[in-house]
């Protein structure tokens, strides 16, 4: 079976100037049509019909064959009809051969395909069609104008998933039986539309049909492995959520093990497609499934054999908050809620990569005001320790009673029940919320903040709140960012802490407005807003 591919590229193109030879993603333009169709397992013969000399010299550099355009058929007003004939006339006379099927690949689809190019010749070979277009079902409430009228293209105005086939030509291709192609028409009288998927079906006729191409050759797939469950809380799955709708243009899928229950839930109920492992290593056939380009660790320290056997499958390697011995083997280590504590070329420290959500890079710091009056309480999306319940207790013993406290549980936290019926009974006034949509509404109003020592206290910072720390675990005792030159009061870790010290200290701040005002003083000095770019740009490999 005898196959021409026939690509016309003209060399006067308005809309975009030198549009068919201009680097895109570092490649002309006309390269991505010569190289799919050169791909093909159907050992397709290529041209290129062409009246200019750099389309003819690309062209040539990248394997097609060339036949020059007659100057009547370059014109503006020619069709594309007599330039394939006129072109296919030529390479059969020169062969010596009459093709059974004609192909016209546009150079402006560099999105298709050599697999969505394959099926479509299997399924043109397999069916009794003249000619195959491709194209793509685009459903809308259309209209049109008749003599002077616009009138609908609808019976009926429908929800856009129940209304019927809109299809589309996208310019990528029109695969033809031989004997249709005349020098005024291509099509026979059977025809059929091949649909391709979205992103296959951009057709570049202006800047932004470059700027989308460019965004979807460019995307990334990216697996993300991380994890949630009640011993390590949900700031890992958090961060990487935030990460996932920072890099909404790449393609993106979670990857949790097995125990990992609320953390499943948490990425189910925010939609983004994940997997579940048992062991780290079963990672290795998503990454060959997905031909992953970056996989982003966020499961705290890495072995150096886990790192090595994920960069030896040629992906890129970006950690979070890793110590381990693999945190050398990796491309990036971000450790955002430690100080630099090595000269390692591959490691980033500090609050500058801190990953900040987008509600507080909108937020407004809270004011000051000289008498507390809304103290709030939060122990993260589990409070393992239950640090939670022992502040209430000693708030039991704070003599002022008109302060407001505010607490805020997590979904993971498996104390809820017994807080709130202990709160029912207690003089307390006392507000207890459940799995916060909207954390700066609350941040926003309090005075004081008691917290632990992870992820949530650079969210205080931003919003200015004087907080009183107390670490969940001695790797939460370690994150320097929670100490008095950041604005905070840390009094250690939870579990050696005695309840007269937390009840002093609380008590103090409450009566130190001086303090209080340097301490949001001291938070306001720390940039927290940038770094979620600087993350981006590190896991991407940008160098701005």
Not at 148 to 162: M, S, T
Request: charged share 30%; proline share 3%.
């Amino acid at each position: 079976m005898d196959i021409l591919v026939i690509i016309p590229a003209r060399g006067g193109s308005k809309g975009i100037p030198r549009k068919n030879v201009r680097l895109m993603c570092g490649k002309p333009l006309i390269s991505y049509s010569i190289e799919n169709a050169l791909n093909s397992i159907f050992n397709l013969d290529v041209v290129v019909s062409t009246d200019d000399e750099e389309i003819e010299r690309i062209a040539e550099l990248y394997g097609a064959k060339v036949i020059k355009r007659p100057d009547e058929l370059a014109t503006d007003h020619v069709t594309l009809d007599p330039v394939i004939y006129n072109t296919l006339i030529k390479m059969e006379n020169e062969k010596g051969i009459k093709y059974d099927y004609v192909v016209t690949m546009q150079p402006t689809s560099p999105l298709l395909t050599t697999a969505t190019l394959d099926n479509a010749i299997k399924s043109f070979m397999e069916n009794s069609y003249d000619t195959v277009i491709s194209g793509i079902d685009r459903p809308h409430l259309s209209w049109t104008e008749k003599k002077g009228k616009i009138i609908p293209l609808y019976k009926e105005r429908l929800n856009r998933q129940y209304l019927p086939k809109n299809l589309l030509e996208t310019g990528a291709f029109v695969i033809t039986k031989r004997e249709f192609v005349k020098e005024q028409s291509r099509l026979g009288p059977r025809v059929s539309i091949y649909e391709v998927s979205e992103n296959e079906s951009i057709d570049i006729d202006s800047p932004q049909d470059w700027w989308v191409a460019e965004k979807e050759i460019s995307k990334k797939s990216i697996l993300i492995r991380t994890d949630g469950y009640a011993e390590i809380g949900l700031g890992h799955v958090y961060r990487c959520l935030l990460l996932a709708f920072n890099l909404i243009d790449h393609d993106v899928r979670f990857v949790v093990s097995s125990r990992s229950d609320i953390g499943i839930k948490k990425i189910r109920d925010s939609h983004f497609k994940y997997h579940i492992i048992e062991e780290n290593y079963e990672i290795d056939e998503l990454i060959k499934e997905y031909q992953c380009d970056i996989l982003i660790n966020d499961i705290l320290d890495t072995t150096e054999k886990y790192v090595r056997y994920c960069k030896e499958l040629g992906v890129r390697v970006v950690n979070f908050e890793d110590l381990g011995p693999g945190a050398l083997q990796a491309d990036v280590v971000i450790n955002d809620l430690y100080e630099k504590r090595n000269d390692f070329e591959n490691h980033y420290w500090g609050s500058n990569y801190y990953c900040i959500r987008d509600e507080f890079l909108l937020a407004k710091p809270t004011e000051f005001n000289e008498e507390v009056e809304d103290i709030l309480i939060i122990f993260g999306g589990t409070d393992p320790c239950n640090l939670t319940y022992r502040i209430f207790n000693i708030l039991k013993l704070i003599p002022n009673n008109n302060i407001h406290y505010t607490f805020i549980v997590g979904m993971g936290y498996k104390h809820a029940e017994e807080l709130i019926s202990a709160a029912r009974d207690s003089h307390l006034n006392i507000e207890i919320i459940r799995d916060v949509k909207r954390m700066t509404e609350f941040m926003g109003k309090a005075d004081i903040a008691i917290s632990s020592q992870g992820r949530t206290m650079l969210e205080l910072a931003s919003m200015s709140v004087p907080t009183i720390l107390l670490a969940q675990n001695e790797r939460e005792k370690h994150h320097e960012f929670g100490y008095l030159k950041n604005g905070f009061i840390n009094i250690g870790l939870g579990s050696e802490v005695e309840d007269r010290t937390i009840k002093e200290t609380l008590i103090w701040l409450i009566n130190s407005p001086q303090i209080r005002k340097q301490m949001k003083e001291q938070m306001l000095k720390k940039d927290l807003k940038n770094g979620v770019q600087r993350v981006i740009n590190l896991t991407l490999d940008r160098n701005l």
